[in-house]
């Protein structure tokens, strides 16, 4: 089945990011295999938005903030489970930037995220407190963008947060299974599968869109 993108439709591209590529301080695996293709389809959508991990130093999901703690823990927050994470996308630093390889001047919103200092943010609709909002939903309904097509880094978490998110929002969905790539820990991609088929989210191949 062809796509056509058209201006009631908006391409969400998470967190491509130096510090989730090859080489950064929470590397998903073949994570810049993505970035060639996420190039290609922002040039078949008119509306182009950014999320951005925007960490301050010695953020609650940082391993290094819990003594005792090792990354990929899993400790009990006020808000719920919380994995915790190697130090990365630190506010300012150079794996807090933008893929250098990406290619998309006519994105029009950047939504940052996990800036808080006491609460995470896998979602670029609402953070894990599943109360305080980014704005971007009401963003995209003012715009008049009913339609989106999220990818990115990494597929079981802040794709599929801000994909399951989309949802609870109105929004038809659809996660663009190649041009995204996973952490896969514990069983954590099946699982989030399963949460976002289960949501109405599509599973759809960037073939689809080009």
């Given at each position: 089945?062809?796509?056509?993108?058209?201006?009631?439709?908006?391409?969400?591209?998470?967190?491509?990011?130096?510090?989730?590529?090859?080489?950064?301080?929470?590397?998903?695996?073949?994570?810049?295999?993505?970035?060639?293709?996420?190039?290609?389809?922002?040039?078949?959508?008119?509306?182009?938005?950014?999320?951005?991990?925007?960490?301050?130093?010695?953020?609650?999901?940082?391993?290094?903030?819990?003594?005792?703690?090792?990354?990929?823990?899993?400790?009990?927050?006020?808000?719920?489970?919380?994995?915790?994470?190697?130090?990365?996308?630190?506010?300012?630093?150079?794996?807090?930037?933008?893929?250098?390889?990406?290619?998309?001047?006519?994105?029009?919103?950047?939504?940052?995220?996990?800036?808080?200092?006491?609460?995470?943010?896998?979602?670029?609709?609402?953070?894990?407190?599943?109360?305080?909002?980014?704005?971007?939903?009401?963003?995209?309904?003012?715009?008049?963008?009913?339609?989106?097509?999220?990818?990115?880094?990494?597929?079981?978490?802040?794709?599929?947060?801000?994909a399951l998110d989309a949802r609870a929002a109105g929004f038809e969905t659809s996660v663009?299974?190649?041009?995204?790539?996973?952490?896969?820990?514990?069983?954590?991609?099946?699982?989030?599968?399963?949460?976002?088929?289960?949501?109405?989210?599509?599973?759809?191949?960037?073939?689809?869109?080009?």
């Amino acid at each position: 089945m062809s796509i056509l993108p058209t201006v009631k439709d908006a391409l969400i591209l998470v967190d491509l990011q130096t510090d989730f590529l090859p080489g950064g301080h929470l590397a998903v695996a073949d994570g810049d295999a993505v970035i060639p293709l996420c190039n290609r389809l922002a040039r078949r959508f008119d509306n182009v938005v950014l999320t951005q991990d925007w960490h301050p130093a010695g953020h609650i999901s940082f391993a290094s903030t819990h003594p005792g703690q090792t990354p990929f823990d899993v400790i009990t927050l006020p808000y719920g489970p919380q994995v915790l994470w190697p130090d990365h996308c630190v506010q300012g630093t150079p794996g807090a930037g933008f893929s250098p390889d990406l290619d998309m001047p006519h994105a029009q919103l950047i939504i940052r995220k996990g800036y808080h200092q006491a609460v995470d943010s896998y979602s670029g609709f609402q953070e894990a407190d599943r109360a305080t909002r980014t704005g971007l939903a009401g963003y995209l309904k003012e715009r008049g963008i009913d339609r989106l097509f999220i990818c990115g880094l990494a597929t079981d978490f802040c794709v599929a947060w801000t994909a399951l998110d989309a949802r609870a929002a109105g929004f038809e969905t659809s996660v663009i299974d190649d041009a995204s790539r996973a952490i896969d820990a514990n069983g954590s991609l099946s699982r989030a599968w399963a949460d976002m088929t289960a949501a109405g989210v599509h599973r759809i191949t960037s073939g689809e869109l080009l």
